[in-house]
């Protein structure tokens, strides 16, 4: 017998045409665990979700009727889910704001006013100010409708109509002066968003980016410079994802792309591009970090799909919820030491652990399709399959599933068009360290090869590091 070693796929990445490829990470991604571990890369379960608290959701919200923003001050957690607006204290203790009178996307942004600072929410036209749990309509009539909100160095900073962009007195969000805003000069596109970064304010418009520059001049005019510009605009202000460091969007072209200096660079493969070409709701992107197992993610989500993208090694994966055929996340925010993620159906928010292997007490279903096994132009017949996975994980109860856990394996001859029945290999009770995964006699595959499936639906610990096939070719 001779084993062949077979590769374990590293990302989401199926090739135009299922018969050339389906590789696939679903609800589980690929780390690099370098030559010192046993093997160079292993395959994690995501982290599961912990229910944390809940708060009203009413209303609908272009297809999102739970959460849909979040903003975080050292005194409060803010969040809006369906029209609700609630303010989180520090021992848990909910207080409702307001009541939105309409459906329309929202956006929250803070200063950094002392010692209460302001929170500045934006919706269907109108801009409020939070100070702790007390709420006012902006009633500066300098301020024409805003369409959202951002910030950077004190100021607010607020799109409005004719693309111009109005920004707040210095750490006052009720004050605006008439003449105090600025306009993307580079394209006459409709500005969508604008958002503070480490330096630089950036204005994203349908067909291009700018940085707009703090330089103000002592003169007490409008105090931002555009310093550099891109003919790469954005295709919608809720694909805009800001995490740490970073700022990421989906570009016009409907790729995905990262602030890189004055640049966006590309991060999407043809694999996320044709599925966001696909989507026919609003796409609404988020991060977070996932202090428990070190990586970070930022993701975009949609009615038919969520993708993800590890920021810690530069590959994407795809998110279902069990019974789903997205994600439930669709917002998150670290806020005392929690990364929390909002459900976009409904008020639920979950707290990320790696320890919990469900979501809000259901299943999570890990899935892996490898690159095709091939001998091409040859036939092959696979004589058996060895799996070095995580053994003796049962939990001892009280689902079968979970005491007794099985790993399922399917093959399809059709490049992962249609795959055969399941074959189920167990992973062993608690303890039962020793034990082979393996399964024979998978059959005879022509030149296109086998594509494998592995999946494992029990909420127990998972992960798989290497794949390695006994095979003979045929017809050589």
């Not at 608290?53 to 809006?80: C, E, H, K, M, W």
């Not at 004055?262 to 966001?276: C, D, F, K």
Request: glycine share 10%.
């Amino acid at each position: 017998m001779t084993l062949v070693p077979v590769s374990i796929a590293t990302q989401t990445n199926n090739a135009r045409f299922k018969m050339e490829g389906s590789a696939r990470l679903l609800n589980c991604y690929a780390e690099q665990t370098g030559d010192d571990a046993k093997a160079p890369l292993t395959v994690y379960a995501m982290s599961g979700l912990d229910v944390w608290t809940t708060v009203p959701a009413t209303g609908t919200a272009s297809g999102v009727t739970g959460v849909r923003a979040f903003l975080a001050t050292d005194d409060y957690l803010y969040v809006v889910a369906g029209r609700n607006v609630t303010a989180i204290d520090a021992l848990g203790a909910q207080t409702a704001i307001v009541t939105l009178p309409a459906d329309g996307d929202v956006y929250l942004a803070s200063n950094r006013r002392s010692p209460t600072p302001q929170v500045a929410l934006v919706s269907d036209g109108t801009g409020r100010i939070i100070t702790g749990t007390s709420i006012a309509t902006i009633s500066d009539a300098d301020l024409p409708a805003p369409t959202s909100v951002g910030y950077i160095d004190g100021y607010f900073l607020f799109p409005t109509t004719f693309d111009r962009v109005f920004i707040s007195a210095e750490d006052d969000g009720t004050s605006i002066a008439p003449l105090d805003y600025g306009r993307a000069q580079k394209n006459p596109d409709a500005t969508l968003h604008a958002i503070g970064g480490e330096r630089d304010a950036m204005i994203f418009g349908a067909k291009s980016i700018e940085w707009w520059s703090n330089s103000p001049d002592g003169s007490g005019n409008f105090p931002f410079t555009p310093i550099a510009s891109i003919n790469l605009g954005c295709a919608a202000a809720k694909t805009i994802v800001q995490l740490d460091r970073a700022v990421a969007w989906i570009a016009m072209d409907g790729t995905v792309r990262i602030q890189d200096g004055y640049s966006g660079r590309r991060i999407s493969n043809h694999a996320q591009e044709r599925m966001i070409a696909s989507a026919t709701t609003t796409i609404y992107g988020f991060g977070w970090n996932d202090k428990s197992t070190g990586h970070a993610w930022m993701a975009w989500t949609c009615e038919t799909w969520t993708i993800a993208y590890n920021m810690r090694t530069g590959l994407w994966c795809e998110l279902r919820s069990f019974g789903q055929t997205n994600w439930r996340g669709v917002q998150a925010i670290e806020w005392r030491g929690m990364t929390l993620i909002g459900d976009y159906q409904t008020g639920a928010i979950y707290r990320v652990d790696k320890d919990v292997a469900t979501e809000g007490g259901e299943p999570i279903v890990m899935e892996m399709i490898p690159p095709v096994v091939h001998s091409a132009p040859y036939g092959m017949r696979i004589n058996a399959l060895f799996v070095d996975a995580v053994p003796g994980v049962g939990t001892g109860g009280p689902l079968d599933e979970n005491a007794n856990p099985v790993l399922m394996v399917s093959t399809s001859n059709d490049g992962g068009q249609t795959f055969g029945a399941e074959r189920r290999i167990a992973l062993g009770v608690a303890g039962d360290r020793l034990r082979r995964l393996k399964t024979y006699r998978l059959g005879m595959f022509g030149p296109n090869g086998c594509t494998l499936r592995l999946a494992c639906s029990a909420s127990v610990a998972r992960a798989i590091s290497g794949l390695a096939i006994d095979a003979d070719k045929l017809g050589a």
